[in-house]
């Protein structure tokens, strides 16, 4: 056979595919693109899921348009690894060419779309859900936009419950990575402050799954236990720890005693209740936006169609950001010209009215927003959820240490044995 | 007499039309030898292999990834064609040690990673107190070195055991090597990893921008692809083939089996190497993600989709994911596209062991006139 | 004894025995729980590996689906538990289930492809990734935490020096004898066990002696994927079901299989011990390096006895 005809139809299958994804610009137009990027594989698959169901709800709150213009959502899926998400992301901006950019879910990710967003200055970036300090406070980008609060600010003022508790003395319980870090050091900055003690911190690996050698070091003198880990960890950590015969208190980090783990299929949830915990948003709040919210979600997203049965803390996230990108059009009237320079001006002196009160921008572009201190309780329906202790107003993220003072949280930092 | 002119008076000539030709077996006629045109003249071996080998298709090839980053979009060139050929290397070094040594080693995504945290610890980061700050050319032949290093450490942990236990092993080496990087601040900064790894500005061109990083990355698949062509024919690949075969006899017949599997190793660690750095200029971060078993099994994947025995199989894989990774959302439920490609994978395993280019080689002789040379054999001896 | 093997035995032994010691007066019930605790890991690994070994020493097959059969087994004994209540029909449900899938894949598949040990592997490889995704599809990525029965549930307590212990997390160890010792009669003391054992040692003289090694095949791969299922079911009571547990008890059988050597269960018991004690003793201790320990023993392993502890000579 001619050598050559082989290799003419690969050159013309190869010239085919490249002509019709080489497509130039995007015509201007009248709907604006906006692209959306949640974790929708892997362990987080969830999370992203209910992500992308909070976005869609803000979409759905403005009918589908924002200042006379269609609103076009062009998803996009990672798996909580940092280079997929920068890759989807990059389609988003480069082949799909969206004009702003909604999310990611996980922390890291959020750091390296961040540096992303540097080589992008057409394209405004806002958060998703990530939740890590690092994104806007080393080397923050200027057009990357976080209207949630992070990992440290959703634990301001559970340091305080907890003494009010009388624990005077917490061992923590956390996996081995960036975001518990952020968390732990959001509770200790307070705790330590207020004169609380943490004699150990136990840093379990990522992944592990058993938590026997952490409960066996349990030192009997400590008060209560500080667990942050994440949803499936957290029930098996309780379940464990109920079994070695473990009878001590707990608190929970913002994502521990979240609607995954109060959501999950077994019977163990009953040895929650009681538990303290502190986040961006609490399940019974009685404000009247936060009902709105729930009753919004609940309607568009019923259980039947897979939603859960009350919004999980990566919709309310992801709602805030999409809702702030959303408000920011409609404040500049849809105009997006000039490098988006009118948008982002906005964008940041905005007072964007969330469902739990007002979030402004700080001057790296990182939300001043409210924390919630909640307690679990059983609702007339036998499910679970929470109730609210305090709400703390204008939680900044260098969490009221002076900036220069301040340091990431770590393993070591901070420390108060 | 040169050994053209032997082989013409053998072969060529009025005479040799004339005599009767045996009938050829209907198994697998060769063709006859092609004409050589330039034997007689004075030019240097290398060129007249050049007029032997080169046909129409090889400059049409050559001409289409010279000139495509010239019409493609920058997104089309960076995301897709730079990737595939970055991946397509990593894929490359694991064929070879798969298709020509047997060996299936999981941990050549684990010599890429090592390279790619030695360029971003010895190199420039995001993370001061960590990387060492020296200039590439210092930076990225260390990261190289210490990479084919550990890939030969690697080689010399499997090789001593039957070639299954191959694969156990190195999987169990790769997940490792992903739980240190995982947990050690002080080098490889955990969980975060090390990010902004910029390739430098050399001769005033930021390698970085789309069309030079395709160009950068072209000419080190390139040059990976024809060194393994190179070897493969040289006395060390066909010794190697020859313990892939049969290494009791090549025992006997006095080759040393495991130093030949060793030097197998780190000849591919040198190509995972290179791929790794590369890698990690074009993710601009290198995180305990980028060398866990996911992509540990995608190189796998890319490898046997397109077929292990040929080195450009490597790269037709890479191409195939590439595209299906890109574009999947906007086909399918990018949520099932791991079950797309397990599927793939399992389809090609099950029906075509010699991936895509085996699967072309059938058709072709299915479909095709009668030709019973398949594309995986050379034309010539 | 040698003396190169009194020289291991010393190496070894002597900084195990130091460590033990110095653990002991410092904290001892910390000591003493995390022994259990290693123990009672080791038998679910030994109860997984046990199958993955007895495959590959009977069909030179590495099974790398190992681990989503496992997974399999745990979410099929969920759902079985979810509609009936009893936990014991869960585990039977779990082990068939695996058992069943390991028969579909020998039968159907890997049967055609005897003597092609690589391209075994990867087709197993290639459906570990489909089963993962649809498991990953049916259950979504949700926390599935098994209920263990009444009888074995809350703590074991008035125990001296230890103070309470896991009720259910002790019976893993029931299980794990009981398994091992089913394991040892069945393969030293019946028919089909001289075959497989038969099988191991030279698979053409058992098929030149009128046996049809297809039906043994089968029916190994379905024992041995049957136990990685059963141990499923147990592990979605101590551990949990999620996606993600697949990968890490597929490692798991593999160092275990690796340093106790291939398809020997005698072996398997050895490695799952070595692997159970290191992995607890490295969370008690050392906590941010315990998993890379693990891997250094394994390595170590393989640097100095390729073959593994138990396993045969080349």
Not at chain 1, 373 to 393: A, F, N, P, Q, Y
Not at chain 2, 342 to 349: E, K, N, P, T
Request: with cysteine.
């Amino acid at each position: 056979m001619n050598v050559s005809k082989r290799l003419w139809i690969r050159t013309a299958l190869g010239a085919a595919a490249a002509a019709a994804l080489a497509g130039g610009a995007w015509a201007q137009g009248q709907p604006v693109k906006i692209g959306l990027l949640a974790t929708l594989e892997g362990p987080f698959a969830a999370g992203g899921a209910d992500g992308m169901r909070g976005a869609e709800l803000a979409v759905i709150q403005r009918g589908g348009t924002v200042a006379g213009r269609k609103i076009e959502i062009i998803k996009a899926s990672s798996d909580a690894k940092p280079d997929v998400a920068v890759n989807a992301t990059r389609k988003l901006v480069e082949q799909d060419k969206v004009d702003i950019m909604v999310g990611p879910l996980s922390g890291g990710e959020g750091i390296a779309v961040k540096d992303y967003s540097k080589t992008q200055p057409q394209v405004t970036f806002i958060n998703g859900g990530s939740g890590a300090q690092a994104t806007t406070l080393v080397n923050p980008s200027p057009n990357f936009f976080r209207f949630n609060t992070e990992g440290g600010q959703w634990m301001v003022g559970l340091g305080k419950a907890a003494l009010d508790k009388g624990y005077k003395r917490v061992m923590i319980i956390a996996e081995d990575y960036a975001f518990p870090y952020s968390q732990v050091q959001g509770f200790m900055a307070e705790y330590c402050r207020l004169g609380g003690k943490v004699p150990e911190k136990a840093w379990v690996p990522l992944g592990g799954k058993d938590y026997s050698s952490v409960i066996a070091k349990i030192p009997k003198d400590v008060d209560a236990l500080l667990v942050v880990l994440g949803g499936a960890d957290a029930v098996n950590f309780l379940t464990q720890y109920e079994n070695a015969g473990g009878d001590k208190p707990m608190l929970g980090g913002s994502i521990t005693v979240s609607q995954d783990v109060l959501n999950y299929k077994g019977k163990r949830r009953d040895s929650l209740v009681g538990t303290l915990s502190a986040g961006p948003y609490a399940d019974s709040f009685d404000g009247a936006e936060w009902k709105a919210f729930v009753a919004d979600y609940q309607k568009n997203f019923p259980v039947s169609k897979g939603g859960f049965p009350s919004p999980s803390l990566f919709a309310y996230v992801y709602y805030v950001n999409m809702k702030a990108a959303l408000d920011g059009l409609a404040a500049v009237n849809g105009d997006l010209s000039g490098n988006q320079a009118k948008y982002r001006e906005a964008l940041s002196k905005m007072v964007l009215k969330t469902p739990n009160g007002d979030v402004r921008l700080d001057a790296n572009r990182q939300a001043i927003g409210t924390t919630f201190v909640t307690e679990v309780v059983k609702d007339s329906k036998g499910d679970l959820t929470t109730k609210v202790v305090r709400k703390v107003d204008n939680v900044e993220q260098t969490l009221g240490i002076p900036p220069a003072q301040f340091k990431i949280g770590s393993r070591d930092e901070p420390s108060c044995p | 007499m040169s050994a053209a002119q032997w082989r013409r008076a053998m072969n060529g000539g009025l005479a040799a039309a004339q005599r009767p030709r045996p009938a050829a077996p209907r198994a697998v006629p060769m063709p006859a030898p092609a004409e050589e045109p330039y034997a007689d003249s004075d030019a240097p071996r290398w060129l007249k292999y050049l007029w032997r080998t080169l046909s129409a298709r090889h400059v049409f090839v050559m001409a289409f990834v010279l000139v495509f980053p010239l019409v493609a979009t920058p997104f089309f060139t960076f995301q897709v064609a730079a990737q595939s050929l970055v991946l397509g290397l990593i894929a490359l070094s694991l064929a070879f040690l798969a298709g020509y040594g047997g060996m299936v080693s999981l941990a050549q995504m684990t010599v890429a990673g090592i390279a790619g945290y030695g360029i971003a610890v010895l190199g420039f980061s995001s993370s001061p107190e960590i990387s060492l700050r020296w200039p590439w050319w210092v930076a990225v032949p260390a990261a190289i070195a210490v990479a084919v290093l550990c890939a030969t450490l690697i080689g010399w942990l499997s090789v001593r055991t039957e070639g299954i236990y191959t694969i156990m092993i190195t999987l169990a080496i790769g997940v490792a090597f992903y739980y240190l990087v995982l947990q050690n601040y002080s080098v490889f900064n955990g969980f975060q990893g090390l990010r902004e790894l910029k390739p430098p500005t050399v001769f005033g061109i930021d390698w970085r921008a789309p069309v030079p990083f395709y160009y950068l990355s072209l000419a080190c698949a390139m040059a990976g692809y024809f060194l393994v062509r190179y070897i493969v024919r040289a006395p060390f690949g066909i010794a190697l083939q020859g313990v892939r075969d049969n290494p009791r006899r090549m025992e006997a017949l006095g080759f040393h089996v495991v130093a030949h599997r060793v030097a197998a190793y780190a000849l591919s660690g040198l190509l995972a190497a290179v791929g790794g750095v590369l890698l990690a200029w074009y993710n601009a971060l290198m995180t305990p993600g980028s060398v866990g078993t996911g992509w540990m099994i995608n190189i796998l994947v890319i490898a046997v989709l397109g077929g292990v025995k040929h080195p450009i199989g490597a790269f037709l894989g890479a191409i195939v994911f590439v595209l299906l990774q890109t574009f999947a959302i906007d086909v399918i439920d990018r949520e099932r596209f791991n079950l797309v490609i397990g599927l793939v994978f399992l389809a090609i395993v099950l029906f075509s062991p010699d991936g895509l280019l085996g699967l072309w080689a059938k058709l072709r002789s299915r479909f095709g006139p009668n030709q019973v040379l398949t594309s995986t054999q050379r034309r010539h001896p | 004894m040698s003396r190169s093997r009194l020289a291991a035995w010393i190496l070894i032994g002597g900084p195990i025995a130091v460590f033990s010691i110095w653990a002991l007066f410092d904290n001892t019930r910390l000591y003493l729980v995390t022994l259990l605790n290693g123990l009672t890991l080791a038998s679910l690994y030994f109860i997984v590996a046990s199958g993955f070994t007895l495959v590959f020493g009977l069909m030179r097959n590495v099974n790398l689906a190992h681990g989503s059969l496992y997974l399999l087994g745990g979410y099929v004994g969920y759902v079985v538990a979810g509609w009936t209540g009893w936990w014991i029909l869960a585990l039977a449900a779990g082990f068939l289930a695996a058992a069943l899938a390991g028969l579909l894949m020998q039968w159907g598949i890997l049967r055609h492809m005897q003597g092609q040990d690589l391209r075994q592997t990867m087709v197993t490889i290639g459906l570990s990734i489909v089963v993962a995704d649809i498991l990953l599809w049916i259950f979504t990525g949700q926390v599935y935490q098994l209920e263990a029965p009444e009888w074995l549930q809350g703590p074991i307590r008035e125990i001296p020096l230890i103070r309470a212990y896991g009720a259910f997390r002790l019976s893993l160890l029931g299980f794990g004898i009981v398994i091992g010792l089913f394991l040892w009669w069945l393969l030293a003391r019946t028919r089909v066990g001289m075959m497989i054992r038969a099988g191991v040692d030279d698979r053409a003289m058992l098929a030149a002696a009128g046996v049809n090694v297809n039906l043994v095949f089968a029916v190994t791969f379905a024992l041995g994927a049957g136990l990685a299922g059963f141990g499923g079911v147990i592990g979605a009571v101590e551990l949990s079901m999620v996606p993600g547990e697949d990968i890490r008890l597929l490692l798991a059988s593999l160092i275990v299989v690796i340093v106790g050597g291939m398809g020997s269960v005698v072996g398997a018991a050895i490695g799952a011990i070595i692997l159970g004690l290191s992995e607890t003793y490295g969370l008690a201790y050392a906590p941010t390096y315990s998993v890379v320990f693990t891997f250094v023993i394994l390595i170590l392993v393989l640097a100095f006895r390729p073959r593994g502890i138990m396993g045969k000579a080349a």
